[in-house]
């Protein structure tokens, strides 16, 4: 076999090492957002710490590092439900970030006990490549919170501005209303201004 063949297998033996390693866990696009009550949440909690104990259970007929990853991907599962649910029952751009780390740490845990199957520069390779994909995770949790706590302060701040100009139009109007009752006098003026303050809330 030639020099270049084995270059290549090696290559693409690292490409798919490092892939494999990298997308153990694959968060939604769109995060649970629905609305989970209290009791809900807590059973989500407890869903989860039963799966994690069955999950923990069938790893024991592994062993070595197999048992390790094994331990690592069903500690994740673990974690990323548990996210989940609190993102579902608060909704904030805090929990949703939490959840997006959870993936990523979950990714990075399960892949540096991967990497410990590899030795030398592979090993290496495996855990630079795992570090950085965790950075990435959390970096992107980040982007996406401080964009959403964004959008939120500018549709607060634009629905004050809303309500403030719907109510200096409604005083405007009124003053208007009023004005025009001046044209009568007695009781169709008192009419005229009754109407007025009911019309517009001033009553």
Known sequence: MSRLLIALFIIAGLSVAGVSAAQ???PRTTLATASMTKDGYAQA??????QYKIDKTACSALSGNAKDICIAEAKGKDDIAKAEAAAAYENTPKTREATRVAYAQANYNVSMEKCDDLAGNRKDVCVK???AELVKGKADAKVDRVAANTRQDAAAKQAEARNEANAEKRDAEYKVAIEKCDAFAGPAKDACVGNAKVQYGKS
């Open 24 to 26: 153990t866990y694959a």
């Open 45 to 50: 909690k407890k869903d989860a710490d039963a």
């Open 129 to 131: 490549e795992a570090k």
